[in-house]
């Protein structure tokens, strides 16, 4: 009772539109969930995030879930789980998507969530990795393990928004390290970033499991920037 008296004075906001939410415990309004333009590349044979990686690594697929514009409902609610530390977004992020993933045949047989890792020095500073609340709502979804202890970031890159396409993927490059990837062999990894561009920075990860025996690599964002 206390806690609906407070939400009459105290309403929770979306953190996209900035509206009060329906129910209390969401950080993304049920509007806002409508109306986030989806990709459906998830049930895709081929897509735009798999066409940007190839070449570079070896993947048995990958999606995005939404498209990713300046101005859009996605990245204000990327900006707001990024720089404002509404870690809730990620967690509702990943609830969404491992819904979707949990009813495709094809992610049913995952062994291992992975978010992409920040490095040392930029976790310091930020506080938090903004992929570990999304990895770990999917992981809970698709009833797997969440793994973020496994992977590390060695090298700590420059922004990659200035830079050209050939430029992000040598500043990505050899900048993970996997701690022990034997526990990898025989397993289904799913690799989770926030956003992907050219693909670069995933592709270096992913690079590094293709390195491991039968290790079979997967995939995905929040949303892909176009």
């Known amino acids: 009772m206390l806690k609906e008296i407070i939400s009459l004075f105290y309403p929770q906001i979306c ?13 993304i309004c049920l509007n806002c969930r ?17 066409r940007l990686l190839q ?13 990713f514009k300046t101005g859009n409902t996605v990245q204000d609610l990327m900006h707001a789980l990024k720089y404002k530390g509404i870690i809730k977004v990620g967690e ?12 495709n045949k094809r992610y049913k047989s995952i062994d291992y969530v992975i978010p992409l890792p920040l490095h040392i020095s930029k976790k310091r500073l930020r506080g938090y990795n903004q992929c570990d609340s999304i990895a770990q709502s999917i992981a809970s979804k698709l009833n797997t393990v969440f793994e973020n202890k496994m992977v590390i970031r060695i090298k700590a890159t420059a922004s990659q928004t200035t830079k050209s396409h ?11 390290k996997i ?32 390195t ?6 997967y995939v995905g964002t929040i949303a892909i920037a176009n």
């Open 212 to 217: 491991i025996p039968n290790c079979k690599v």
């Open 179 to 210: 701690k022990r990837p034997e526990i990898f062999e025989n397993k289904s990894v799913l690799l989770i970033d926030d956003v992907i561009t050219t693909g670069s920075t995933l592709s270096s990860l992913a690079a590094e499991f293709n």
């Open 34 to 50: 409508i109306k986030m333009p989806r990709t459906k590349f998830q049930t895709f044979e081929e897509n735009p995030v798999m």
């Open 92 to 103: 509702e992020f990943g609830q969404i998507i491992g819904q979707h993933l949990s009813r």
């Open 15 to 27: 953190a996209g539109c900035q509206m009060p939410v329906h129910k209390s415990t969401w950080a």
């Open 55 to 67: 070449g570079k690594c070896d993947i048995e697929h990958g999606f995005s879930f939404y498209y």
């Open 166 to 176: 050939f430029e992000r993927h040598e500043n990505a490059d050899k900048i993970f």
